[in-house]
């Protein structure tokens, strides 16, 4: 008999058909990585399994499979797995580390009249300036190169290299049918984990829709991406996408999941410090199915 438990979660909905499903594995130890990866392709989705830390400073290790891989880190999954543990009282404090592949990572969580806000704490961003030519990047999304918002398309991590591609609207975002072959192979060429293209949806407040493309992970489109989403808020305010506070807390509002038919809202935060970004996070709230 299998000591294991799968809980079934949403994470960052919109509404109820929205979100990122994410099944959170309780009590993993006794699974082998090979069955882990096998569970998470039966499965179907991103699963996070949860296991005793290895790591004395640590509460808890994650560990994160996509059905083609293992993750060194999943924001979404994240959010997913501290909302099985808060609900079901296997913790009670905040914040709550977690050993990743990656390293230790705070989580933060505040319940208010039962509602449950999670708060996953990111790096510092990276730019890694090798990137696809235009050409190479309108071949695998099939766009033209009149169809970008600008010429600064950027590969940024606060976890992951993501490709942030700026696109002049949102009917070009929602449209667009990538070359899904030309894309994997740009992505192992050039060290990426996915394309995340993005429009702009309300200026004045700092909305964005965006559409994450990973990296042969065993399906095509996420319905929502911590990880991209934190690596898009650190280019928007690298490159001045909207006024940006030049010292302490900064947010942006992105939205995904729209043509999946799986609406999705996440918070991407920025905190800096006269100007240089000093800690990035993701916020958002998960659902137990």
């Known amino acids: 008999m299998k000591d294991y438990s799968i809980i079934k979660t949403t994470v960052f909905p919109i509404d109820k058909q929205g979100g990122n499903p994410c099944p959170v594995v309780l009590n993993g130890d006794k699974l082998s990585s090979a069955e882990m990866q096998d569970l998470a392709k039966q499965l179907g989705c991103e699963t996070c399994f949860i296991t005793a830390p290895e790591r004395d400073d640590c509460d808890f290790r994650f560990r994160f499979f996509v059905p083609n891989y293992e993750m060194e880190m999943c924001v979404h999954a994240t959010v997913g797995s501290v909302t099985v543990l808060v609900a079901h009282e296997i913790t009670k404090k905040s914040p709550v580390k977690m050993e990743t592949i990656l390293g230790p990572i705070e989580v933060y969580w505040e319940k208010k009249k039962g509602d449950l806000a999670v708060e996953v704490m990111q790096f510092p961003p990276s730019i890694n300036y090798s990137v696809p030519t235009v050409g190479e990047i309108c071949k695998a999304l099939n766009v033209k190169a009149d169809d970008f918002l600008n010429d600064k398309i950027q590969s940024v991590s606060t976890s992951r290299f993501k490709l942030i591609v700026p696109l002049k609207s949102m009917d070009i975002l929602q449209s667009l049918r990538p070359n899904y072959k030309e894309l994997w192979d740009l992505s192992d060429q050039y060290g990426i984990t996915g394309f995340y293209p993005f429009a702009i949806e309300e200026y004045s407040q700092k909305v964005l829709q965006a559409r994450q493309f990973p990296n042969k992970a065993g399906y095509t489109e996420d319905p929502a991406t911590g990880v ?52 990035t996070s993701i916020k958002g709230k998960a659902v137990i199915l």
Do not use: M
Not at 251 to 270: D, E, V
């Open 228 to 279: 991209a989403a934190s690596a898009l808020g650190a280019y928007c305010y690298f490159n001045d996408v909207f006024p940006k506070v030049p010292s302490g807390w900064d947010t942006y509002h992105i939205k995904q999941g729209i043509t999946l038919g799986r609406p999705s809202y996440i918070q991407a935060r920025i905190y800096s410090e006269h100007g240089i970004i000093k800690k």
